[in-house]
T-cell receptor, first 110, second 116 residues
């Protein structure tokens, strides 16, 4: 059965800290891995990764994929209170279906 | 509007009733997806449409759940004889293409369904 596992499930840090969120997966017919940020209801897209070893960056956020070891990490540097959210990892299969992990709830304290 | 919209934003119903949840995808997006998210969990795939047809309905939990997209745009998720365990946030997403072409899915704000 396809599965995506995220760790940690929750994390509390202070502003300015750097955090690393983990995502491992076992999915047949892998197509891509995606990271989303969910603050209220709608997940908002962060990154899509398809190739190993190529880092994607957007401001203070970056992510990388390892297709041999079947995991990805999402890094956030110099965290701000506005980074507080649930971060979701999802793997897309060849059919276009997304399989989500359970999410990591990040809380950034002032 | 520019994004995916869903109505209603909240729905409270009684056990045994029938409900319909609506999704308006981004204009021009051919693929539409329904997910269900329970508290503390990631979204769980239910069904996706390519155009008017259901390309994959393997996530529908049982035959009380049904979805349609008759004109290839708006979709309605229908739940018959609701049960308390159906309470969740129902999310809709759309993408320009589908079928494993790696296109980003844009999510709507969801409908929070509460079955009393």
């Amino acid at each position: 059965e396809d599965k995506v596992v995220q760790s940690p499930l929750s994390l509390v840090v202070h502003e300015g800290d750097t955090v690393t969120l983990n995502c491992s997966y076992e999915v047949t017919n892998f197509r891509s891995l995606l990271w989303y940020k969910q603050e209220k209801k709608a997940p908002t897209f962060l990154f899509m990764l398809t190739s190993s070893g190529i880092e994607k960056k957007s401001g203070r956020l970056s992510s990388i994929l390892d297709k041999k070891e079947l995991f990805s990490i999402l890094n956030i540097t110099a965290t701000q209170t506005g980074d507080s959210a649930i971060y979701l990892c999802a793997v897309e299969n060849q059919g276009g279906k997304l399989i989500f992990g359970q999410g990591t709830e990040l809380s950034v304290k002032p | 509007g520019a994004g995916v919209s869903q109505t209603p934003s909240n729905k409270v119903t009684e056990k045994g009733k029938y409900v319909e949840l609506r999704c308006d995808p981004i204009s021009g997006h051919t693929a539409l997806y329904w997910y269900r998210q329970s508290l503390g969990q990631g979204p769980e795939f239910l069904i996706y449409f390519q155009g008017t047809g259901a390309a994959d309905d393997s996530g529908l939990p049982n035959d009380r759940f049904f979805a349609v997209r008759p004109e290839g745009s708006v979709s309605t998720l229908k739940i018959q004889r609701t049960e308390r365990g159906d309470s969740a946030v129902y999310l809709c997403a759309s993408s320009l293409l589908a079928g494993g072409r790696g296109n980003e899915q844009f999510f709507g704000p969801g409908t929070r369904l509460t079955v009393l």
